[in-house]
């Protein structure tokens, strides 16, 4: 089982992505392979200079123990390329992609959501 989770949310100000990285931690407790890109303003997400407060959600973090669990987290090169995201500004555990590569993740999946 392959799952697929598209985030194009911001880091803050909207819940979708913590219910994107959520959906991810469920899907590996279910025993799927997890793959997670990011798009459009969900590349900020990539940055590795976030930093919240000790007492908010820190995405980063999260992104952290996925790929600690195999999960594999990639971004969008153009759309960081628009918002100053690239392998400089990103953290190690993103990887550069494209959109023809998310279009093969999508083909191979079996479920896929969009937050």
């Given at each position: 089982m392959h799952t697929v989770i598209v985030i194009t949310t911001l880091p803050y100000g909207n819940p979708?992505?913590?219910?994107?990285?959520?959906k991810a931690f469920a899907c590996l407790e279910n025993g799927s392979r997890v793959s997670i890109f990011?798009?459009?303003?969900?590349?900020?997400?990539?940055?590795k200079g976030i930093n919240p407060p000790q007492d908010e959600h820190n995405p980063?973090?999260?992104?952290?123990?996925l790929a600690d669990k195999g999960v594999k987290i990639y971004y969008c090169q153009s759309a960081g390329l628009r918002r100053g995201v690239d392998q400089s500004t990103a953290s190690e555990i993103f990887e550069k992609s494209s959109l023809s590569y998310l279009a093969t993740l999508l083909i191979d999946a079996n479920n896929s959501y969009c937050y």
């Amino acid at each position: 089982m392959h799952t697929v989770i598209v985030i194009t949310t911001l880091p803050y100000g909207n819940p979708s992505t913590f219910e994107g990285l959520n959906k991810a931690f469920a899907c590996l407790e279910n025993g799927s392979r997890v793959s997670i890109f990011l798009y459009g303003d969900g590349v900020y997400n990539a940055l590795k200079g976030i930093n919240p407060p000790q007492d908010e959600h820190n995405p980063l973090k999260m992104f952290m123990e996925l790929a600690d669990k195999g999960v594999k987290i990639y971004y969008c090169q153009s759309a960081g390329l628009r918002r100053g995201v690239d392998q400089s500004t990103a953290s190690e555990i993103f990887e550069k992609s494209s959109l023809s590569y998310l279009a093969t993740l999508l083909i191979d999946a079996n479920n896929s959501y969009c937050y």
